[in-house]
């Protein structure tokens, strides 16, 4: 794809602030190793605010501006372009809403790594299903990509800050038997947003499911639940008749 002027002065730009020091640590963070899931990642050593100052002043750039940034081999531009999609969102026309929706299930395997889902899924993917029929989170739930999998959940955000927990709490169900760590970290994630709203939701799936659970779901789940009940669950006492 040839590059437009405005993005290679984006990149430009963002390179500029480049740092290897943060660079080598993210690589780190982020598990770029072999066999890790995010291996073979490239990282240019920018902080998240330097990219999200940098938001405002690029606002306005067209689709392929970002469709650009998002097809990039640095995390950090990757994560730039998921920024101002996520800005532009709530303000485009029901169109342009459309086009950054499929656009965005379009490139998923650029988003490709827990922080590039945690900032952009609910506020797009999730955003924009609100009013409309969520079957496509389940064909997600059902991907082979770990990432798409994690949209699904991560998508029900924004209906959980709604107070809308069906289909959050569907996904979770069909996501109890996934074998990925990440997966058990925001499935039991969302049930504890869940449970900040509704503790009596929460309790019922648990109670339904909480044997079944990888033991990372359950923890993050009741995290934040009393001592003496967390440790029941931990302890598989819990009452569930």
Not at 100 to 108: E, G, M, P
Not at 212 to 232: C, D, F, N, V
């Amino acid at each position: 794809m040839e590059k437009t002027p405005q993005t290679s002065t984006i990149r430009k730009q963002l390179r500029s602030f480049a740092n290897k020091d943060i660079a080598e640590h993210s690589l780190r963070f982020f598990k770029t190793g072999e066999g890790e899931y995010g291996a073979g990642d490239k990282f240019l050593g920018l902080r998240v605010p330097v990219l999200r100052e940098h938001v405002k002043l690029y606002k306005h750039a067209p689709l392929e501006v970002v469709e650009e940034l998002l097809s990039t081999g640095y995390h950090e531009e990757r994560l730039f372009a998921l920024f101002l999609w996520v800005k532009q969102f709530p303000r485009a026309s029901d169109a342009d809403k459309k086009n950054i929706y499929t656009s965005y299930l379009a490139h998923t395997d650029y988003i490709n790594n827990w922080d590039l889902v945690d900032a952009s899924a609910h506020h797009i993917v999730g955003a924009y299903l609100e009013e409309r029929s969520r079957a496509a989170l389940y064909k997600l739930s059902q991907s082979n990509s770990l990432w798409e999998r994690r949209i699904a959940m991560m998508a029900c955000f924004h209906f959980i800050r709604k107070n809308d927990f069906e289909d959050a709490l569907r996904i979770a169900e069909l996501l109890l038997d996934d074998a990925q760590d990440l997966i058990h970290k925001v499935v039991g994630w969302m049930l504890r947003e869940i449970g900040k709203r509704d503790f009596e939701c929460e309790q019922a799936f648990l109670q339904q499911y909480y044997r079944q659970m990888p033991r990372t779901m359950l923890r993050y789940a009741i995290e934040k639940h009393p001592e003496k009940l967390r440790q029941a669950y931990l302890k598989g006492e819990v009452n569930c008749s």
